[in-house]
């Protein structure tokens, strides 16, 4: 079983639509989880940290974390097509100086 | 806004060739990152580097691989003997405090190494 699982898509929505987006995890020591945006021939950026489980909310993107199911979601909400990019997740352990990526989902939204 | 730059953004070499791919960091960042990108597949942890020294390192990253911080700006990856499976898109990364605990990694746009 892989560490992190993520449906790598793709995803194509309407402009507006809600994207829904999620990883799984087979590592217990996780306890950081990360969402990280990627455009085409860039490097990754930062979205959305969470080191609980709950939901956090940030504009129009919600992070959702299930620690016991071991789930985590990203929700994009009145979706753009600036949006249209690679969503990784990525999570760490308390004494890790790594992050371990899912493979991304690549999302398109459609203007 | 500060960034992370690298250089060169595109190489193609030899197999067998040595390979060095530099990297400069945000200023005041002390956690200097290299992670890999092989086409198609996830983004790859190599090594972390603090303090001058390898705080952690994958088991991608054998003999044939070393970091260096030869002064206080820049930050490289050397590849002694390049093979085919090498061919990715490496990216540095740095931050200011350890990623884990803010998860604000800041990432290169990366250095894309063709090996033939």
């Known amino acids: 079983q892989k560490e992190v699982e993520q449906d790598p898509g793709p995803l194509s929505v309407p402009e507006g639509a809600i994207v829904s987006l999620n990883c799984t995890y087979s590592?217990?020591?996780?306890?950081?989880f990360m969402w990280y945006r990627q455009y085409s021939r860039k490097g990754p950026e930062l979205l959305m940290y969470?080191?609980?489980?709950g939901n956090k909310e940030d504009g129009r993107f919600t992070a959702q974390v299930d620690k016991s199911s071991k789930y985590i979601s990203l929700f994009i909400r009145d979706s753009q097509p600036s949006d249209s990019a690679t969503y990784l997740c990525?999570?760490?352990?308390?004494?890790?100086?790594?992050?371990?990526f899912g493979a991304g989902t690549t999302v398109t939204v459609r203007a | 806004e500060p960034e992370v730059t690298q250089t060169p953004s595109h190489q193609v070499t030899q197999m067998g060739q040595e390979v060095i791919l530099r990297c400069v960091p945000i200023?005041?960042?002390?956690?200097f990152y290299w992670y890999r990108q092989i086409l198609g597949q996830k983004v790859e942890f190599l090594v972390s580097?603090?303090?001058?020294?390898?705080?952690?390192k994958s088991e991608i990253f054998d003999d044939q691989f070393s970091v260096e911080r030869p002064d206080g700006s820049n930050f490289t990856l050397k590849i002694r003997s390049t093979k085919l499976e090498d061919s990715a898109m490496y990216f540095c990364a740095s931050s200011e405090r350890l990623a884990v605990y803010t998860g604000e990694l800041f990432f290169g746009e990366g250095s894309r190494l063709t090996v033939l």
């Open positions: 990525a999570m760490s352990g308390s004494n890790d100086y790594k992050l371990s």
């Open positions: 590592n217990s020591a996780f306890q950081y």
């Open positions: 969470t080191y609980s489980s």
């Open positions: 200023s005041n960042h002390l956690y």
């Open positions: 580097f603090y303090n001058n020294e390898i705080s952690e």
